[in-house]
Every structure is written in structure tokens, then in C-alpha cells.
């Protein structure tokens, strides 16, 4: 198995990232790993800590119609450079929190994806250079209030509201060649989703050099790769899962939002 790399909240508030043995426990490194952190003696058992997003990226760069089918699925065609659009940090929650159904959308979809995690700072990087300032790959849901991307000129509004980034559980450093994403909606046997990843147009080091152009990608920023075809809507009370062979599966259940803080 991969070794799988963590973030975790320890019972007195204490972030840490980690290693997740598999007994649960983790075990503590004194930065995060693509800082060179290197492991500690302090050890966590399984039920001493929460589990975080696996990064805190300091900003969410995201690929639309990245595999032709969606593209189809949606009544467009593959788009001739990657289309950018930018998910806020704040939009990032771990595996099992709730996803929040605003109260300003009618439909909100699942989009499973592959999710990148820079390793380090990216400005100009050469194509052939790319693959290096990958550290790591792990799953994400770009949750989209399709309402509203439908309504408004550009997707800032649906793709960023609190909530909508489900990230982890874990980073792994290799990504299986041709491995299977799938999305999978309450239990429910035959998956919503299922694509490889190398049906994607522009590779996740493609892209890693062609977002370099534009902005500077900083340690622990996340790519999300596109959706394949079979994004559909949720209701409260759905559960989502993401599965990426030679990852995991990261699962989340949409709920209302309690009372506004
Ligand atoms: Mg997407």
C-alpha cells in the first residue's frame, strides 16, 4: 500500500501533518512533507484526531472540460487551451464534513476529480520540468451549484461557495498509470462516474507548466483536473464518494447549513 499522507487536528487543537499507519494511528512530521518534514516521536492513536484536508492550499486552480466527454455531455467541445477558474481556500473541507446546500441554489452537482498537490514554488516552469514540482495526488469534489454557473457570466459564485471543495482523505506520491476514477452516489452499486485519468486532454504536468505561465504556484496548491462525463445533482441527505485507484475514497454527506454564523 502507498504510503498516505495526512493533516490532522489532535484533541488539544494542535495541527500536524502525518503519516497514516494501518492501524489508524499517525504518526507526526515536524513540517509538511513537501518541506522536508520529517517524522517525530509523537505518535497519535486512531482515536485521538480529526482528520483534516490533507493540505491547506493557498489557492484551488481548476480545469474545466478537461475529458472530451464531458465536454460533449455539456453541448461544447474540448476547449483548445485548458480553461482556467479559481475554487477560494475556504472552500476546502475534509473527507466526511458536510457539504453545504446554499440556500441560493436549486441544483448542486458532484464533480469527482483528480486533485494535484504542488510541491514546489512554480513560476515559468519549462513542460519537461512539470512533473517534478508534483508532490503528490489525491481526490477532490468540485461541488457546483449548476443554477448558478448557468445564470452567471463566469463561476466564481458556484464553484465558491464554503464547502464546495472536498478534498483527501490523503496524499499519495504516485499516481497509477490509467487509474480508474469513479463517483459513486448513496450506496448505490453502479458508480455515477467512471473514466480513467488518462482520458483527460491536458495532463495533470501539462497543466502544471501552463498554470506556471499565469501564476505562481506555491507548496501545498491544489489542480483539479476536470470532471469526466456523469456529473449529476444532490439533494440533502446524499452521500458522495470519489474513489481513484491507488488512492481511496473520499465521502461526504450534503446537508443544510445550521443556523448563519
Ligand atoms: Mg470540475
Same mark, same amino acid.
Given at each position: 500500500?502507498?504510503?498516505?499522507?495526512?493533516?490532522?487536528?489532535?484533541?488539544?487543537?494542535?495541527?500536524?501533518?502525518?503519516?497514516?499507519?494501518?492501524?489508524?494511528?499517525?504518526?507526526?512530521?515536524?513540517?509538511?512533507?513537501?518541506?522536508?518534514? +520529517?517524522?517525530? #516521536?509523537?505518535?497519535?492513536? %486512531?482515536?485521538?484526531?480529526?482528520?483534516?484536508? =490533507?493540505?491547506? @492550499?493557498?489557492? !484551488?486552480?481548476?480545469?474545466?472540460?478537461?475529458?472530451?466527454?464531458?465536454?460533449?455531455?455539456?453541448?461544447?467541445?474540448?476547449?483548445?487551451?485548458?480553461?482556467?477558474?479559481?475554487?477560494?481556500?475556504?472552500?476546502?473541507?475534509?473527507?466526511?464534513?458536510?457539504?453545504?446546500?446554499?440556500?441560493?441554489?436549486?441544483?448542486?452537482?458532484?464533480?469527482?476529480?483528480?486533485?494535484?498537490?504542488?510541491?514546489?514554488?512554480?513560476?515559468?516552469?519549462?513542460?519537461?520540468?512539470?512533473?517534478?514540482?508534483?508532490?503528490?495526488?489525491?481526490?477532490?469534489?468540485?461541488?457546483?451549484?449548476?443554477?448558478?454557473? +448557468?445564470?452567471? #457570466?463566469?463561476?466564481?459564485? %458556484?464553484?465558491?461557495?464554503?464547502?464546495?471543495? =472536498?478534498?483527501? @482523505?490523503?496524499? !499519495?506520491?504516485?499516481?497509477?498509470?490509467?487509474?480508474?476514477?469513479?463517483?459513486?452516489?448513496?450506496?448505490?452499486?453502479?458508480?455515477?462516474?467512471?473514466?480513467?485519468?488518462?482520458?483527460?486532454?491536458?495532463?495533470?504536468?501539462?497543466?502544471?507548466?501552463?498554470?506556471?505561465?499565469?501564476?505562481?504556484?506555491?507548496?501545498?496548491?491544489?489542480?483539479?483536473?476536470?470532471?469526466?462525463?456523469?456529473?449529476?445533482?444532490?439533494?440533502?441527505?446524499?452521500?458522495?464518494?470519489?474513489?481513484?485507484?491507488?488512492?481511496?475514497?473520499?465521502?461526504?454527506?450534503?446537508?443544510?447549513?445550521?443556523?448563519?454564523?
Amino acid at each position: 500500500m502507498a504510503q498516505r499522507y495526512v493533516r490532522v487536528q489532535s484533541q488539544t487543537g494542535q495541527l500536524h501533518y502525518g503519516l497514516l499507519r494501518p492501524d489508524r494511528s499517525v504518526q507526526v512530521l515536524d513540517a509538511p512533507p513537501w518541506l522536508q518534514g +520529517q517524522p517525530t #516521536d509523537m505518535e497519535l492513536s %486512531a482515536d485521538s484526531y480529526a482528520m483534516l484536508a =490533507p493540505c491547506a @492550499p493557498s489557492k !484551488v486552480v481548476a480545469i474545466g472540460k478537461n475529458y472530451a466527454a464531458r465536454a460533449i455531455e455539456m453541448g461544447t467541445t474540448t476547449p483548445a487551451e485548458p480553461l482556467l477558474f479559481i475554487k477560494p481556500s475556504t472552500a476546502v473541507i475534509a473527507a466526511g464534513a458536510p457539504i453545504y446546500y446554499p440556500t441560493q441554489a436549486t441544483q448542486i452537482d458532484y464533480e469527482g476529480e483528480l486533485a494535484v498537490v504542488i510541491g514546489t514554488r512554480c513560476a515559468h516552469v519549462p513542460p519537461d520540468e512539470a512533473h517534478a514540482k508534483i508532490w503528490g495526488y489525491t481526490i477532490a469534489n468540485d461541488i457546483t451549484a449548476r443554477d448558478l454557473q +448557468q445564470r452567471d #457570466d463566469q463561476w466564481t459564485r %458556484a464553484k465558491g461557495f464554503d464547502t464546495f471543495c =472536498p478534498l483527501g @482523505p490523503w496524499i !499519495v506520491r504516485e499516481l497509477s498509470p490509467g487509474a480508474r476514477l469513479q463517483t459513486f452516489l448513496n450506496q448505490r452499486a453502479e458508480p455515477v462516474q467512471s473514466a480513467s485519468v488518462e482520458d483527460m486532454t491536458y495532463s495533470p504536468d501539462y497543466l502544471v507548466a501552463y498554470i506556471s505561465e499565469i501564476m505562481t504556484l506555491l507548496p501545498g496548491d491544489v489542480i483539479l483536473t476536470g470532471t469526466p462525463a456523469g456529473s449529476g445533482p444532490m439533494k440533502v441527505g446524499d452521500q458522495v464518494r470519489v474513489e481513484i485507484e491507488g488512492i481511496g475514497g473520499l465521502s461526504n454527506t450534503v446537508a443544510l447549513r445550521p443556523q448563519e454564523r
